[in-house]
């Protein structure tokens, strides 16, 4: 089953006329139209609303419809984003050469309102398959988190909005304790069963917009925006007791698993421009270190356990 939420269409179009039109056209659609009125202005409404889809005219005053699509095609953030060309005079060579740079399709003006349906329609089914793909991608596919992949690209984005606007990220590294052992005692698929249930308990115990990811084995990644070193410290206990408080069956027995963690923050480092994702990874693996070698099923942080 797909995602239901409302796909976004920009048009980019000098003519009032044109808009009116497509909105018409388009009202019984069930999506959200976006309106520019030149490629300043298409290309500063997409940057921030990042459409499904843009319905682009070739033919405008000023920047014209071509360069607009090369400027979209250059930056990564909008470079996937569907193009249909709105043209009048299409002239084949035109068209091939819209198609070579990536448009999706063309609608030639004047527009017949089923054919305009039809290829906005094919062109959202489309888009919505690829967010899909691009979505499953990036999830672990044994604990339902997200990846260390995603993990790296998210901590990327944590730390230019720290160096941009100033805002606090943290980081905590959680790896179960000798789960070497669990496997060996209960067997591969109850380690299986421990590592889904530690990442539903780390999810649970976390805010929405805190990032849980599997980094990989039997080791968990979290990101934490706007948070103190402090309060990620905090946060990592509440883990960490939560993660002890688990207790998993295996025919009669009680089991029960532990973790250790290790915190990091870029408050820690006065300079932000010193700080960088790989930055850190490394301290938050440094302080998670620490807690094994302090002897494990505790936080550790800035090196020392606490
Ligand atoms: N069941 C299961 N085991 C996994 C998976 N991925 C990695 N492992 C196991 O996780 C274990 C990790 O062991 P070690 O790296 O020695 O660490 P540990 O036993 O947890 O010891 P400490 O980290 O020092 O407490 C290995 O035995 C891996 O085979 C997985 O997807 N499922």
């Not at 030639?108 to 888009?127: C, G, H, N, S």
């Not at 790896?175 to 539903?200: C, E, M, S």
């Amino acid at each position: 089953m797909l995602d239901s939420t409302l796909q976004t269409v920009l048009i980019v179009d000098d003519s009032p006329d044109i808009h009116r039109l497509i909105s018409a056209r388009l009202s019984a659609e069930g999506v959200a139209l976006l309106h520019a009125h030149d490629a300043v202005e298409g290309l500063a409404i997409a940057r921030e609303q990042l459409p499904d889809l843009i319905l682009l005219d070739l033919e405008m005053p000023g920047t014209d419809g071509m360069t607009l699509f090369s400027q979209l095609k250059e930056e990564s953030a909008l470079d996937a984003i569907p193009v249909i060309f709105l043209t009048g005079t299409l002239d084949v060579t035109t068209k091939v050469q819209a198609f070579e740079l990536g448009a999706v399709d063309y609608v030639t003006k004047p527009f017949d309102a089923i054919e305009l349906k039809a290829r906005v329609r094919a062109a959202l089914r489309t888009k919505r398959y690829q967010d899909l793909l691009a979505t499953k991608a990036r999830i672990d596919a044994l604990t339902g988190l997200w990846n260390r992949g995603y993990l790296t690209d998210q901590l990327a984005v944590e730390v230019s909005a720290l160096i941009r606007h100033g805002s606090p990220v943290a980081l905590i590294m959680v790896d179960i304790d000798h789960f070497k052992r669990i496997n060996d005692t209960h067997g591969h698929p109850f380690g299986d069963i421990v590592l889904q249930r530690v990442a539903q308990v780390l999810g649970q115990a976390t805010r929405d917009n805190d990032v849980v990811c599997r980094y990989g084995g039997e080791e968990f990644a979290i990101i934490l925006r706007d948070t103190s070193s402090v309060g990620a410290v905090s946060i990592a206990q509440r883990l960490c007791h939560a993660v002890a408080a688990i207790t998993f069956r295996q025919g009669r027995e009680t089991v029960q698993v532990t973790a250790s963690f290790g915190v990091a923050g870029s408050d820690q480092c006065d300079d932000h421009d010193a700080v960088s994702a790989d930055t850190l990874l490394e301290a938050a693996d440094m302080a998670l270190y620490a807690a094994k070698s302090a002897g494990r099923n505790r936080v550790g942080w800035k090196h020392e356990t606490r």
